[in-house]
């Protein structure tokens, strides 16, 4: 009766990951550890964009490696991945929050140095 | 009730009558519990990561400013420690899916191994995290209790450190700035680790519930439900780790 | 207001009975209520203590606006008054406003609403309260041992520097606080994603249950960043670390942007809610579905989207920089189109509708005209050229009294008349109820509206003293002030009274659609003998047309 109020489809129960793929994305995960490990020992360079705007490549790479960790984490241990899509959706609203309060709050710190107009 | 508005007289019936000992009685059916119960973390978790947010926006605006000092003061920082704890925590994530694996096959005598295995994982983060908080109480470099800017005013003072990075003296009103650094170190690993402790409180409940078999006859619920967590204090170090240590080392 | 032309339509009051099953009479004793997980009880356990603490907090106003009759500091010394709009504000608040309609009604008539036994979580729900309670008796305790007297707005670095007040245990509470109030949301977010009747869509749900998710989704998201602003200025205090602090390095201003980061939403958590019980109680009084459903729906949500992107809009003079001042601003103006469609909404649901002015709908009548009036001034104030000269003046309070006074409490006061039939089984006695609304209205306009004139005159706010020129308008305020606090009062009285003496409402005295009120009057702990199947639109008064009909046809 109530299940037909449901978008998603319940077999018995929820999708079971193999541990194989577990196993694959732990070995990913120390991977990407011992990856950020080592580029944080070399000096990345910069690029400057603009006078007085520079952007440092080792934070930008150290940075995207986590994202990918997270990801992996969020995708496939936490099951995001064989989730509905209202877990995926919520996933996303707390990404987006979060980078709201960050780069709006930045947003005042990065223009401040630009003087009064 | 009138026509148009119709009751589920037989479903409810059956269903009362059928409903396994777990299922709430405001639930209809045990899917609608799980999925419920699933959504219910994941918007904790969505608390938590405002939560620590916070503390990140701090951290950016402060690492932007006072960027000499966040270098050497993440040089106190023992990349060897953060890296195996950042190694110890990611298999502990590791066991944990595995844990709740083993609960979706119900298979008691490997969920009880994984949640053990997940719960010493815990223990030993925790205890390489008290090495260095340790370490830092030591060396002054605890902010407001125990605290001497030394180190960077005169970093030859600290031959373990200066001989791996040779860090330049700091001009008195940066060396200051070390000290919001630390703040910083303390406070968003000091946050994760009440975290941790939470979780591996829960855990040691969790582990004695599935000895007694509470989680292999179908409701993986609470085990799915907290590894979610598990996943989630995971997920916040995998950010600390590279914000903090890593800063540069070259 | 001809009490001839009225919708109400009670039972025969000779032989009308309260149904002997309900969830009230279900189980007895002290234990019964405490651990309850039925969220009519809890319900009832927050009535009770969000008015304590609402009077509570209105006596403190009492304190202020005598303190304002003359222009000199007489009747209490600076600091104490300091502390007296400070505790006013904190507990009105964070102990009122924000779980008002939310924990009371929405907790009693949103599994109703979606057709549910009880929300997804009741032992959440009642761990909530608790958190209320804990945070209340700490709110006590900091009263009683001297307050804070940083303003409700706790700025730095007054709060971490510069005063010796309880500080850290009004943080401590309002922390506590706030994981009462996301409790709450996470709950109702759960139960109306997962818990509808069958048949129950998205769009067949009442605007209540709309509003809301909304406000339910800004208490998920935005009370965390309080919570860890609040243990930051704790750690200030204690350990001296200098995040907030600039001489160590720190920025004020990285306070600010976290509290308003939660404190910007946080009135769109208070006034959402409201929102919802004026759309379900102007469509019952004017026997029409609400106009617009789609865009009032989806107006809640943006308002909560939006809400988001404007905080910094309290800190144009704080010293952020010109060009995020420019941002938020036009975004400030953005934010405010959502609850003009509202209001239009509204009017056009009022128009050729069978308008009746019971005292719900008195009181909704209040919240769209006094709304309106200090949503326009918020509109104002969001121009950063105005705003410059008219924040931190009593403009500011005008506005926000306007718009939470004049608008939340009114929309409070009418939810509670409205639902008060079915969550005690009694009417509430209409000619003195309309009179306290009426009184309420005078009152409240006597009140705020001069301190609109006082702001643009250039009277600063949270000052005890004052230039004397100001004073005829200040005693024109503390008079309203008097008839506001009958206004009030009266509510308290005559509700408890029709506790026993109130006729018997029976299931629908309003004859209102929705799903609560096709159940007995008060309802059964478990809402619904069997899970309703809902084929029928929202505000469908065709449908309940066709229910009596059939209802007369089988008495027969």
């Not at chain 1, 984490?73 to 309060?101: D, E, N, Q, R, W």
């Not at chain 3, 149904?19 to 234990?31: Q, T």
């Not at chain 3, 918020?378 to 608008?407: K, N, P, Q, R, S």
């Amino acid at each position: 009766m109530s299940e037909q109020n449901y978008e998603l489809e319940h077999h018995e129960g929820p999708h079971i990951v193999s541990p194989f793929l577990y196993l694959a994305i732990l070995l990913s995960l120390l991977v990407a550890t011992g990856l950020t490990v080592w580029m944080s020992f070399i000096d990345l360079g910069e690029w400057r964009i603009a006078p007085g705007v520079t952007l440092f490549w080792n934070p930008v790479v150290a940075l995207a490696i986590a994202c990918t960790k997270m990801m992996l984490v969020v995708l496939f241990f936490m099951h995001v991945k064989y989730s509905p899509k209202l877990t995926k959706l919520t996933v996303g609203a707390g990404l987006f929050t979060f980078i709201v309060l960050v780069g709006m709050t930045m947003a005042d710190y990065f223009t401040r140095a630009w003087g009064r107009w | 009730m009138s026509d148009s508005t119709a009751v589920a007289h037989g479903a409810a019936e059956s269903a009362h009558h059928e409903h396994p000992p777990y299922q709430r009685h405001h639930f209809e059916t045990v899917a609608q519990q799980f999925d419920a119960t699933n959504f219910a973390m994941w918007l904790f978790l969505l608390t938590e990561v405002m939560f620590f947010g916070g503390l990140f926006t701090a951290y950016l605006i402060m690492r932007n400013w006072y960027y000499p000092a966040f270098v050497e003061g993440s040089h106190q920082l023992n990349v060897g420690w953060g890296t195996a704890n950042t190694g110890v925590l990611i298999l502990s994530s590791f066991t944990m899916a595995m844990g709740v694996w083993s609960a979706e096959v119900r298979r008691k005598g490997l969920l009880v191994l994984f949640l053990c295995i997940t719960w010493i994982l815990g223990m030993a983060f925790l205890g390489i995290k008290s090495i260095e908080y340790t370490e830092k109480w030591e060396k002054h470099h605890v902010p407001g209790i125990h605290w001497s800017e030394s180190s960077f005013l005169n970093p030859r003072s600290d031959p373990e450190v200066y001989k791996e990075y040779h860090d330049k003296p700091l001009a008195p009103d940066m060396a200051d700035k070390t000290e919001m650094y630390f703040f910083l170190y303390f406070a968003m690993t000091g946050m994760h680790a009440l975290h941790m402790i939470v979780g591996i409180s829960i855990l040691t409940f969790m582990i004695i519930r599935a000895q007694a078999g509470a989680y292999t006859t179908g409701h993986v619920t609470y085990v799915e439900n907290f590894g979610l967590y598990w996943h989630f204090v995971d997920i916040i170090w995998i950010f600390l780790f590279p914000l903090l240590y890593l800063i540069s080392r070259y | 207001m001809s009490d001839a032309v009225t919708i109400v339509n009670l039972p025969d009051q000779s032989t009308a009975r309260i149904p002997k099953m309900n969830y009230l009479s279900k189980e007895n004793g002290l234990l019964s209520w405490l651990l309850t997980g039925d969220h009519k009880r809890i319900a009832t356990l927050y009535l009770i203590s969000i008015t304590f603490f609402f009077f509570i907090g209105g006596a403190l106003a009492g304190l202020i606006r005598l303190e304002l009759l003359t222009p000199q500091s007489d009747l209490v010394a600076t600091d104490t008054y300091n502390k007296l709009f400070s505790m006013h504000g904190i507990i009105m608040v964070f102990f009122f406003l924000v779980p008002s309609v939310p924990a009371t009604i929405g907790n009693f008539v949103i599994p109703m609403m979606v057709g549910a036994r009880d929300l997804a979580l009741p032992k959440v729900n009642l761990l909530s309260w608790y958190l209320y309670i804990v945070a209340g008796g700490m709110m006590i305790y900091t009263m009683a041992a001297g307050g804070v007297d940083t303003g409700w707005t706790f700025t730095t670095p007054l709060s971490t520097h510069y005063v010796n007040t309880h500080v850290i245990t009004t943080g401590l509470a309002v922390f506590v606080a706030g994981f009462s109030s996301i409790f709450t949301g996470l709950n109702f977010i759960v139960t109306i994603h997962k818990m509808r009747a069958p048949g129950m869509t998205w769009f067949r749900l009442p605007l209540f249950v709309w509003s809301h998710y909304a406000a339910s989704i800004l208490m998920v998201l935005g009370t965390p960043v309080l919570a860890i602003t609040l243990v930051l200025i704790v750690l200030e205090r204690t350990i001296g670390i200098g995040v907030f602090d600039p001489a160590k390095g720190g920025d004020p201003l990285l306070f600010q942007h976290l509290f308003w980061f939660y404190s910007h939403p946080a009135v769109y958590i208070m006034i959402l809610p409201g929102m919802g019980v004026i759309s379900e109680v102007v469509s019952t009084f004017s026997r029409k579905r609400v106009f617009g459903y789609t865009a009032v729906a989806f107006s809640s949500v943006a308002i909560a989207v939006f809400g988001f992107f404007v905080w910094a809009h309290h800190m144009f003079i704080m010293g952020i920089s010109n060009y995020a001042a420019l941002i938020f601003s036009l975004l400030t103006m953005l934010v405010a189109v959502p609850s003009a469609i509202k209001i239009f909404n509204w009017a056009f649901t009022l128009y050729k509708g069978s308008i009746t002015f019971e005292t719900p709908m008195l009181y909704a009548f209040g919240f769209m005209g006094l709304f309106t009036i200090g949503g326009m001034t918020g509109v104002f104030l969001g121009a950063t050229g105005t705003d410059i000269h008219l924040t931190e003046t009593y403009f500011i309070v005008a506005h926000f009294h306007f718009v939470m006074v004049g608008g939340m409490l009114m929309a409070f006061l009418s939810g509670i008349h409205f639902w008060w039939p079915k969550w005690t089984g009694r009417m509430y006695p209409e000619k003195i109820s309309q009179l306290a609304a009426v009184v309420t209205f005078i009152g409240f306009n006597l009140t705020f509206f001069p301190q609109f004139i006082l702001g643009t005159l250039g009277m600063p706010r949270r000052y005890a003293s004052y230039p004397p020129e100001f004073q005829i308008l200040n005693v024109f305020s503390t008079a309203g002030a008097s008839v506001l606090g009958v206004g009030y009062l009266l509510p308290v009285l005559y509700l408890t009274w029709s506790l026993k003496y109130g006729a018997i409402a029976g299931n629908n005295p309003w004859q209102a659609t929705g799903l609560e009120w096709q159940v007995q009057s008060p309802p059964l702990t478990e809402n619904f003998p069997e899970i309703p199947i809902v084929d029928h639109e929202a505000y469908d008064y065709e449908w309940l047309e066709r229910q009596r009909e059939k209802e007369v046809a089988s008495v027969g």
